[in-house]
Nanobody, 123 residues
């Protein structure tokens, strides 16, 4: 069982930046494909970005491409989501997810999930 913990969410003004972190207690994430998803009130959970376990392959949702960046340092465990030029529509609970087999935009492909961290972007 891998327990994921997200951190870094907070209230920020539109145009600002945040960096979210995802770490695992008692496990290394170095062999897991990692994804970030978000869920706004009343909406379905949606894909944001993902990185292959090797760290050299990434993909992004069109809505965040060019503004968000996923990164990982396998020697240090955490996976990061750097968010720039934030917009009010980025407001959501952000979740990280891990899976050792699947590298996917589909949330059902990920077996481990964190509890989420709230990001609120004010206009």
């Amino acid at each position: 069982q891998v327990q994921l913990v997200e951190s870094g969410g907070e209230l920020v003004q539109a145009g600002g930046s945040l960096r979210l972190s995802c770490a695992a207690s008692e496990h290394s994430l170095s062999t897991y494909n990692m994804g970030w998803f978000r869920q706004a009130p009343g909406k379905a959970r949606e894909f944001v970005t993902a990185v292959r376990w090797t760290g050299d392959v990434t993909m992004y949702a069109d809505s965040v491409k060019g503004r968000f960046s996923i990164g990982r340092d396998n020697a240090k465990n955490p996976v990061y989501l750097t968010m720039n030029r934030l917009k009010p529509e980025d407001t959501a609970v952000y979740y990280c997810a891990a899976d050792s087999r699947h590298y996917s935009q589909g949330p059902s492909r990920y077996i481990y999930w964190g509890q989420g961290t709230q990001v609120t972007v004010s206009s």
